[in-house]
């Protein structure tokens, strides 16, 4: 082993976006984080395809809320392990889950639309959300959600 591998940084291909420094939709599906997602720049390499070795075991591959559009504060408060930015992507998740658990059973048990879905979260559940979203908001994604669970049915 010559000195220079031995400062060399251990880095490894990036297991979220495989190297490529995007996340494309084969990724999101791979990842299973289908209306969690859009293709975008890696936030876990920070788009170089790379990473450090040290990283799989601070943030896992999957961490929906480590996304490149946050601020570079809270990306960095995620890839050091700050439990309150955890704790609050943990609950932003939860609230995604719940409004996908939300739209699928409307629509597959009820056969409502997206925006009839949406009418009915704003006048019942809105109050207890976690987070706010417009109307607008919530309509194209409730139409994400019924896209989807059409193309899981064919």
Not at 85 to 96: A, C, L, N, P, Y
Request: with cysteine; charged share 30%; hydrophobic share 35%.
């Amino acid at each position: 082993m010559s000195i220079f591998n031995f400062f060399k940084r251990s880095d490894i291909e990036c297991p979220r976006c495989l190297g490529k420094g995007f996340v494309d939709l084969e990724d999101i599906i791979r990842l299973k984080r289908q209306l969690k997602w859009v293709p975008a720049p890696c936030a876990y390499c920070n788009a170089t395809g790379r990473i450090e070795k040290e990283m799989l075991s601070k943030v896992a591959v999957d961490c929906m809320y480590l996304t490149i559009d946050l601020p570079e504060s809270v990306i960095e408060k995620i890839k050091e392990g700050d439990q309150e930015t955890i704790e609050k992507g943990q609950q932003r998740e939860r609230f995604v889950d719940h409004l996908i658990q939300y739209a699928e059973q409307h629509y597959l048990n009820q056969n409502m639309d997206a925006e009839s879905i949406a009418n009915l979260y704003l006048s019942t559940e809105e109050e207890n959300a976690a987070f706010s979203v417009t109307k607008e908001e919530l309509i194209k994604y409730v139409q994400g959600v019924i896209s989807l669970k059409r193309s899981e049915r064919n």
